[in-house]
């Protein structure tokens, strides 16, 4: 299966890991499966200049790299584009670098141990905004969230701020089952509906609250019990 199956353009991607091996062998896996490879890079800096210049959809990061680490790099790049959805394929099954990478903006986390077919399905999904996880990982992220959740919203006074718009019946139960933790695909078998209607509702849900990705909207959810419900 390769990522263009409905028509549409390839997914471009960027590779960016300090062993130049292993970075070749990524990009070489991505190009031979449908994937437009458009830059790889070897350290933070160099990283951040040539995404600029590239413009991926997606770009899969390592963190531990020279110059500039990993999640100053994506912190940087998301913030100049938020569209831009990054994996982090990581050594590193911490904790602490787990939450840190969700934090600087990374969509989802994947081990290096991943197989090929798990890295290739994580950056598709990646692509269309899925949280994607190393299994283990997601409960630990979830759980972060609800901690996230229980503190108050610096700069956002509740008295003062203008009720957010009503959400439709179909939005709210959408919304209820993102802060469950579960995956667009799971969600759209869950309602019975195609996955590009699910990412719909949850891009109408976003511009209705006026949050800007996932991480917001999980934060919102939970906030509001939705996800015990």
């Known amino acids: 299966m390769t990522d263009n199956s409905e028509g549409r353009d390839p997914i471009r991607v960027m590779v960016v890991d300090d062993h130049p091996m292993w970075r ?50 994506c912190k940087e790049l998301v913030a100049a584009n938020p569209a831009l959805r990054v994996l982090v394929l990581s050594a590193s099954g911490e904790h602490a670098d787990v939450l840190e990478a969700v934090k600087s903006g990374a969509t989802g986390y994947l081990l290096k141990s991943a197989s090929t077919e798990e890295l290739l399905d994580a950056v598709r999904r990646t692509a269309v905004g899925d949280p994607v996880f190393t299994p283990g990982l997601a409960g630990l992220v979830l759980g972060e969230y609800r901690r996230l959740a229980s503190e108050p919203v610096p700069g956002v006074p509740d008295a003062d701020q203008p009720r957010a718009p009503q959400l439709t019946e179909r939005e709210t139960e959408v919304l209820r089952l993102v802060a469950k933790g579960l995956s667009y695909k799971q969600i759209a078998e869950r309602l019975v509906i195609s996955h590009r209607t699910v990412q719909n509702h949850v891009q109408n849900t976003l511009g209705k609250l006026q949050l800007h990705n996932r991480v917001e909207l999980v934060r919102y959810a939970i906030e509001r019990g939705l996800d015990d419900e």
């Open 24 to 73: 070749d062998a990524v990009a070489r896996d991505l190009g031979e499966s449908g994937f437009d490879v458009v830059a790889t890079a070897g350290d933070g800096d160099q990283a951040v200049r040539r995404a600029k210049a590239a413009a991926p959809d997606v770009l899969v990061l390592d963190l531990n790299l020279p110059a500039k680490p990993g999640v100053q790099v």
